[in-house]
């Protein structure tokens, strides 16, 4: 199945100043996905993303200034509708993200419209503690019931997405702040999506620094709840601007 | 109410509706940003001409002092034009966000259309 799927297939990789890390990220995902369509999302990055990523191969759409990382997706899942590819896997341009596991997801969509990899599930070494743990932990149980499945780990960016949820992306993947993971969940639940979630190993950083530390984490908490409570009140369709 | 300021009261709201109506004439203003304004400058144009109609509205509403009723008013327009103004803002985000991403997509298509271009004008001066 899997080499198949992979044609139509667009990996999309946000990227905001990740130099250090994107030009081994990039060639990690074609050494261990061989052939991948792989579209990397440069967010008005101030340092050399963009002509790091296009010398390791990879296309580079290069947004004018930050939208953020929903921004940057939604950019990816229109740019996926345009080329005609019917998946979309969003890896992170960190090296977080192993692309080894990115046939397991691709899998999983056989059966599912968005599948989440999951960091806690069992594999890796991936721990975080204190409010943040706990803002997951609510999230989590939230979301798992607006989702209809049991979903441990909603704010991971290991992401793959079905034709249907990319349609839906493509036309309202929100921008906000974490509302890239968390309203996108439940923006595809009340599309109809089937979400799954697979369990990933989840690495350290390769370079550059991660866009929340520990230090912020009791702002995160809050953020993530507020985030969630308007994710949930919003109406079923969201957007104001129509697109083309 | 004494005479030099019953004449500043009208002039200051004749002022204010003078300059937004102007704003609105040289096409600096869109009507529908105006609306507050025009309603607050109407307003204080009525109760600078007519200070009884305020005598007569504050007890009316339960306000011991006219006056409390003119600054409940005032902030009251203040709020619904910072209101409005923070909706138009999203309204605008979103669509530059829009007009960020069709950017990035056609400096794509074209990055690769000038590559095509350059790879098949080689091809011709080789063959
Ligand atoms: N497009 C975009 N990507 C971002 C932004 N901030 C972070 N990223 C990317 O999102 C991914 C995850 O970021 P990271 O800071 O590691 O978040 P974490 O893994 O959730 O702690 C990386 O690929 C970053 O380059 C942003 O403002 N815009
Ligand atoms: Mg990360």
Not at chain 1, 14 to 30: L, T, Y
Not at chain 1, 35 to 43: A, F, K, R, S, T
Not at chain 2, 96 to 123: G, H, M, N
Request: net charge positive; glycine share 8%.
């Amino acid at each position: 199945m899997v080499e198949s799927a992979w044609e139509r297939t667009l990996v999309v990789m946000p990227a905001f100043n990740e130099e250090e890390s994107i030009g081994d990220v990039i060639r990690e995902v074609f050494a261990k996905l061989p052939g991948m369509n792989l579209l990397v999302v440069d967010d008005g990055s101030v340092d050399d993303t963009a002509r790091v990523a296009r010398k390791a191969g990879a296309m580079v759409a290069v947004l004018p200034f930050n939208l953020g990382v929903g921004g940057a997706m939604r950019a990816g899942f229109k740019f996926a509708i345009e080329r005609g590819y019917r998946n979309v896997v969003q890896i992170d341009a960190d090296g977080q993200h192993d692309p080894a596991s990115a046939p397991r997801l691709l899998e999983a969509l056989e059966s599912a419209d968005l599948v989440i990899g999951a960091r806690f599930a069992g594999e890796g070494e991936y721990r975080v503690t204190g409010p943040r743990k706990w803002a997951m932990r609510i999230l989590a149980v939230t979301l798992s019931r607006t989702a209809g499945a049991r979903l441990t780990d909603t704010t991971s960016g290991y992401r793959a997405a079905g034709p249907k949820a990319v349609a839906v992306f493509a036309a309202h993947y929100p921008a906000e702040y974490l509302g890239d993971t968390i309203e996108a969940l439940v923006i595809a639940a009340r599309s109809g999506c089937v979400i799954r979630q697979v369990p990933v190993a989840m690495r350290v950083r390769s370079g550059g620094v991660p866009s929340h530390d520990p230090g912020r984490a009791a702002a995160y908490l809050g953020r993530a709840c507020i985030a969630l409570l308007f994710a949930l009140a919003r109406p079923s369709s969201p957007g104001l601007v129509r697109d083309a | 109410m004494e005479t030099p300021s019953y004449i500043f009261g009208i002039v200051s709201a004749a002022l204010v509706l003078g300059v937004v109506v102007e704003l609105l004439r040289r096409r600096q203003l869109r009507e529908r940003h105006a609306l507050w304004w025009l309603v607050a400058g109407v307003l204080a144009l009525i109760v600078g001409i007519f200070p009884s109609t305020l005598r007569w509205a504050a007890p009316l509403l339960g306000f011991e002092l006219p006056i409390n009723l003119v600054f409940f008013v005032s902030i009251g327009i203040l709020v619904l034009v910072a209101l409005q103004h923070s909706a138009e803002l999203t309204l605008l985000e979103s669509k530059t966000r829009v007009l960020a991403e069709q950017s990035a997509l056609q400096d794509l298509r074209l990055r690769a259309l000038e590559q095509q271009l350059a790879l098949e004008t080689a091809k011709k001066r080789q063959g």
